[in-house]
């Protein structure tokens, strides 16, 4: 027995290929979507196959924009000497948000994953080592606090060893608000290790 | 500053605008969506159009369909005289994956909810009394056990009363594999009232 037509089976599908959508959710999303007014669904059809066609990738720090060099490396006021690496996007959004860091970044689209295959080359550290021989003074590393993201800032780190340029890492610790009754141990003897001197 | 381009701005805000999605997992899709292959992209985008445009509304019962009757109004093996009223086509799918229900469906696109101000007239009631002009047995009433299914299966309850049909109600209880400890307490309750002699 077919429980749904084959156009929402399809539809249930495909939504449910995309991240963090598990099949409640593409089921509920397929429902709500044919339950919307026409244009609406048109104009959401539009919009998705349209942001794909303008968004490429800077071809500077490689992240995602709609410019050839996006916003951020054009800007005069921001510190081109200083480079956040993070490992995609939605990271650099992330610091921006902050509204703090007035460097620029560079966009490995990935981490070193030896689980998943992905080695050095398939992430942007060539292109990275590129923009090195430029005058940069500081290269900050902010990729996650995961195993993945770990790996490649050893490696990062180890990498750009010879050249002479200043390596940092951004600090792990408890979060701001962070209670310590539930934080992990790793995580509390990484504050403890951390610890700055008032 | 803005933080994404025109594009990607507008992805994210058309997508958090979906059920369940909040600013976070709009923005991850967006990103993950604009750098799928462009193909996929653009089968995600006409698979949405083209479910909007083939699916309809089953003439019976009201469940979402690409047909004019659904595949399960026009089964005759299904018992025509045995109704279930659910809120929605969703709700439906559940019944309809437990393989055991062999009647059929009315669904009636919501519930009465004063505080959205959905009233009687506003969900498919005035179809389902005029289905019950036919020969029919038994409704079973599977609205949601919220504030919103409850009202909608007691006026249902009550509009049905003069015409002498069977008018039930699924069972309220513990879920199969709920730990009492966790259960709140008006489903203790219901539980309790609804006990059977064993």
């Not at 490429?56 to 480079?83: G, L």
Request: charged share 25%.
């Amino acid at each position: 027995m077919k429980y749904y037509s084959s156009h929402i089976s399809r539809l249930i599908e495909v939504l449910g290929k995309l991240p963090g959508i598990g099949p409640k959710s593409a089921q509920r999303l397929a429902f709500y979507i044919v339950n919307m007014p026409e244009d609406q669904v048109e104009y959401l059809s539009g919009v998705i196959r349209e942001a794909k066609a303008t968004v490429c990738h800077c071809k500077i720090c490689y992240s995602t924009t709609d410019q050839e060099v996006c916003q951020i490396c054009d800007n005069p006021f921001r510190n081109q000497k200083q480079i956040m690496v993070v490992e995609n996007s939605r990271d650099l959004v992330a610091y921006e948000k902050t509204e703090k860091y007035d460097g620029v970044y560079h966009v490995l689209h990935g981490a070193i994953s030896p689980m998943l295959a992905i080695g050095p080359d398939d992430i942007k550290l060539r292109e990275l080592m590129q923009r090195l021989q430029g005058e940069v003074e500081e290269v900050i590393i902010a990729t996650n606090s995961s195993l993945e993201g770990e790996t490649t800032a050893m490696y990062i780190s180890k990498l750009l060893k010879p050249t002479g340029i200043k390596v940092s890492r951004i600090a792990s610790g408890i979060p701001v608000g962070g209670d310590l009754e539930y934080i992990d141990e790793i995580t509390l003897l990484r504050a403890l290790e951390g610890r700055v001197t008032l």
